[in-house]
């Protein structure tokens, strides 16, 4: 497995302003991923979070709303822009060692509120 | 499009006692990965166990279990002699074995243990 963390743990913040969610990982990985988990719901990917080249989001998310950067193996950050309530979510980052690795790990997520 | 579906929101066990969670996938492709995580209230999400579609044999962890039934494309989770630690939402999930390496995500079943 991989030890992963996340800062911030939570937070809250005012509608139109923007936060930016890091993600840190102990050893290099190949797979990084962005997911959202709205209150008492399931997961959803927002992106695949690629080092060196842009993310590759899922439909019904966009590179405005959720610029994402990876720069390199160990590292990545989500940014949440121009919120609003419904973005009110615990993000979570997880890894895989490689793209072939099946088992993905998660981090300890960020719990956001939008007032 | 895969799909996993857990058809229990909530369940709950006696302690000490067994209780086995349900989820089917559909899927068209005959190698893929299924998963069991398991996420605390306000703690980390984990992997509990995992399971290749070309393995017959089912998975086991210590406590947790599952009955694989590819051809009925069940995939359940059986949980013996719980603990109050096991109290958590537990999410099935799939990932295709070749095409990418997106997880999919049931809408997960809150396990409560009673004393």
């Known amino acids: 497995s991989a030890v992963i963390s996340q800062k911030p743990s939570r937070d809250i913040c005012q509608r139109g302003t923007s936060l930016t969610i890091q993600c840190q990982v102990d050893s290099q990985v190949t797979m990084m991923f962005w997911y959202r988990q709205q209150p008492g719901q399931s997961l959803t990917l927002i992106a695949t979070a690629n080092q060196g080249s842009e993310a590759t989001y899922e439909s019904g998310f966009v590179i405005d709303k959720f610029p994402i950067s990876r720069p390199n193996l160990t590292f990545s950050t989500l940014t949440v822009s121009n919120m609003s309530p419904e973005d009110s979510s615990i993000y979570l980052c997880?890894?895989?060692?490689?793209?072939?690795?099946?088992?993905?790990?998660f981090g300890p997520g960020t719990r956001l509120l939008v007032l | 499009a895969q799909t996993v579906t857990q058809s229990q929101p909530e369940m709950s066990v006696q302690e000490a006692e067994t209780v086995t969670l349900s989820c089917t996938y559909d899927?068209?492709?005959?190698?893929?990965?299924l998963f069991w995580y398991k996420q605390p209230p306000s703690r980390q999400m984990i992997l509990v166990i995992r399971q290749e579609a070309y393995k017959q044999q089912n998975a086991t962890e210590n406590r947790f279990s599952v009955n694989f039934q590819k051809a009925a494309k069940s995939f359940s989770l059986k949980i013996s002699d719980s603990q109050l630690g096991d109290a958590a939402m537990y999410f099935c999930?799939?990932?295709?074995?070749?095409?990418?390496?997106?997880?999919?995500f049931g809408k997960g079943t809150r396990l409560h243990i009673l004393p």
């Open positions: 999930a799939y990932r295709s074995g070749w095409r990418d390496d997106k997880i999919i």
């Open positions: 899927t068209s492709e005959s190698d893929y990965y």
């Open positions: 997880s890894v895989a060692r490689s793209r072939y690795q099946e088992t993905q790990y």
